[in-house]
């Protein structure tokens, strides 16, 4: 429900606040200008093209991160998720650097690629796995291995779910105007911009997350056709948007019924959620996953994985490979990584650091009167402005998305840099425990919320 009166009469909004003072932004301009002459839009991805305002990154440490201008943030974005230690964490970079001086690339398999396929299965419900270089390619092999296991050929995925950039599940993703994904009981095929064959958009069967009742209609329509639901546990591109009790577990049950495989797409929640990932927390076992993020912390690693008998399909009857898969960079960061998730608190610190921040972020909220909902999961938030959690994509346009926009902007010139766009979670990382990152976060909150509510108070 969209905040008509943000603030309430018993807190009236801070009107004094001063604006955030403009970032220094020169030598990024300039960047923006050569780049663009090279890299369409200014950047290696559609999702970092930011138009004047794309960034250009000089370093990161620990929780923090520099610009080329020299402006410092604490990073809440992380690189989207994988960075879940910390940038530049030396117990991985110095373990890839000792592993990397013995040459990267033989497309031979070494021992390194064996221990992170081993820890992947200690760690979750997979009995087998092979490695990808990016959660692109996990989720990619996934569906294959899906449909060369059932020798079906249709996919069901979630408005609002994104799983990578390849043609197979590309469809209702992100759209700004939700009404494009049509009527919810039949929602429409919407291809995510030109260039996705129809023949590929009449595989993929769209169905609103949470709604169990449109799922069986589904398969009471084409069951037979279905090969696999492909599903990120929650709404990872709409801040976290969490399972209805019993969602889950009904998905499981439709895709056993019908023989139809449920594929988790854990390349966000994955060793973040829990060490088994949202399989884990949510107490539901898929039949295959996809990992990638954490894995690496920050390193291209990724991997699909799941039961012995479904994977079983490779190497005799479905394609999988690629020059990179089990490079030595990215199979020595996994090794790094999951050991050090495996064997130190390093993820309870994580969620104690979200739930600090979620605390102080609830306070500064509850003095204002804005109603207010978390989602996602202490390492993974967002936080919505509304009075109840959204089931659904559709769900997500109905909160006060513009005011978190404004205060995005405002934080991001304060020192704090979110995701500038209301659907991208918050991500933690350890390192952020390490310094005065989780007050420092609540304080530039707290001013940024209160110039958003004076600018909407003043009308400008
Ligand atoms: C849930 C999910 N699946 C798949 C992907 C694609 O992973 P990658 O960007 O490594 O290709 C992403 C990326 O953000 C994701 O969030």
């Not at 039949?186 to 995510?192: F, S």
């Not at 999951?338 to 509850?366: C, H």
Request: glycine share 10%; aromatic share 8%; hydrophobic share 40%.
């Amino acid at each position: 429900m969209a905040i008509e009166n943000p603030a309430s009469p018993q807190a009236p909004v801070e009107t004094t606040v001063h604006p955030a003072p403009a970032l220094r932004r020169e030598r990024q301009l300039a960047t923006y200008r050569r780049a663009t002459k090279v890299l369409p839009g200014g950047t290696n991805s559609n999702f970092r093209a930011w138009g004047e305002r794309t960034v250009y990154v000089d370093r990161g440490k620990g929780g923090r991160v520099w610009d080329l201008d020299g402006n410092e943030f604490i990073d809440l974005r992380m690189g989207y998720g994988p960075v879940i230690l910390g940038h530049a964490d030396p117990r991985v970079d110095d373990a890839v650097n000792e592993r990397m001086r013995r040459g990267v690339s033989f497309s031979l398999t070494s021992e390194d690629e064996i221990r992170a396929m081993e820890l992947v299965t200690e760690l979750t419900f997979c009995e087998m796995a092979r490695m990808t270089v990016s959660g692109t390619e996990a989720t990619m092999h996934a569906i294959r291995v899906a449909r060369g296991f059932t020798g079906r050929d249709k996919i069901v995925k979630f408005e609002g779910q994104y799983h990578g950039v390849h043609d197979y599940a590309l469809i209702s993703v992100l759209p700004n105007d939700v009404s494009a994904l049509g009527d919810r009981e039949n929602p429409v095929r919407l291809a995510w911009g030109r260039g996705i064959p129809r023949a590929i958009v009449d595989t993929v069967i769209p169905v609103p997350y949470n709604d169990l009742a449109t799922l069986r209609h589904v398969f009471e329509r084409e069951g037979e056709q279905i090969a696999a639901v492909l599903i990120e546990p929650v709404l990872g591109n709409a801040q976290g948007i969490l399972p209805r009790p019993g969602f889950l577990a009904g998905v499981r049950a439709i895709t056993r019924e019908f023989g139809a495989l449920l594929i988790f797409d854990e390349v966000k929640t994955g060793f973040r959620f829990a060490r088994g990932g949202a399989a884990e927390y949510f107490e539901v076992t898929p039949d295959l996953a996809t990992y990638a993020k954490a894995m690496g912390n920050g390193y291209p690693a990724a991997a699909f994985g799941g039961r012995r008998d479904v994977m079983s399909v490779l190497p005799e009857h479905v394609s999988h490979g690629g020059t990179y898969a089990g490079n030595r960079v990215a199979a020595a960061a996994a090794v790094a990584t999951l050991t050090i998730l495996k064997e130190t608190d390093a993820l309870e610190t994580i969620w104690r650091t979200g739930e600090a921040i979620q605390r102080g972020l609830d306070e500064v909220l509850s003095r204002r009167g804005v109603p207010h909902v978390f989602t996602g999961h202490p390492a993974m938030f967002g936080v919505m402005f509304a009075e109840t959690m959204p089931a659904d994509y559709r769900g997500w346009a109905e909160t006060d998305h513009e005011l978190y926009d404004a205060v995005a902007a405002s934080m991001i010139r304060r020192g704090a840099m979110p995701e500038p766009d209301s659907r991208e979670p918050w991500f933690v990382c350890e390192a952020h425990a390490a310094d005065d990152s989780v007050d420092r976060v609540v304080e530039i909150f707290g001013a940024a919320l209160d110039e958003a509510l004076g600018a909407r108070a003043r009308g400008s």
